[in-house]
């Protein structure tokens, strides 16, 4: 089992950038893929970014290509989410989420995959 805490949310301007943290306790973290996922008020989840548990392979919902990058640091048990450009309709709750993978190159694209959620940390971009 595994848990895990985001942290790194906040208020942003249209166009500014903010790092998310995702740290994760337990079983070793290297076993498992991560992702990120969003979530605003009166919307369904959705897909962020995904990462394989070697970090070889990334994926990216197309909203945010090129503005977001998804990394981990297996050594410090953490999954990152830089964020650029930031727009209004990037607001909402942001979560992680671990999956254990049975490859090295496995990234699960649907919540549904995902075994263990963190809390959540809210980001607000204003225009």
């Known amino acids: 089992q595994v848990q895990l805490v985001e942290s790194g949310g906040g208020l942003v301007q249209a166009g500014g950038s903010l790092r998310l943290s995702c740290a994760a306790s337990?079983?070793?973290?290297?076993?498992?893929?991560m992702g990120w996922f969003r979530q605003a008020p009166g919307k369904e989840r959705e897909f962020v970014a995904a990462?394989?548990?070697?970090?070889?392979?990334?994926d990216y919902a197309d909203s945010v290509k090129g503005r977001f990058t998804i990394s981990r640091d297996n050594a410090k048990n953490t999954v990152y989410l830089q964020m650029n450009s930031l727009k209004p309709e990037d607001t909402a709750g942001y979560y992680c989420?671990?999956?254990?993978?049975?490859?090295?190159?496995?990234?699960?694209?649907?919540?549904?995959?995902?075994?263990?959620w963190g809390q959540g940390t809210q980001v607000t971009v204003s225009s």
């Open positions: 337990g079983r070793s973290f290297s076993v498992y893929a």
């Open positions: 989420a671990a999956k254990l993978a049975g490859t090295s190159w496995y990234i699960g694209l649907s919540g549904y995959e995902y075994e263990y």
């Open positions: 990462i394989s548990r070697s970090g070889g392979r990334t």
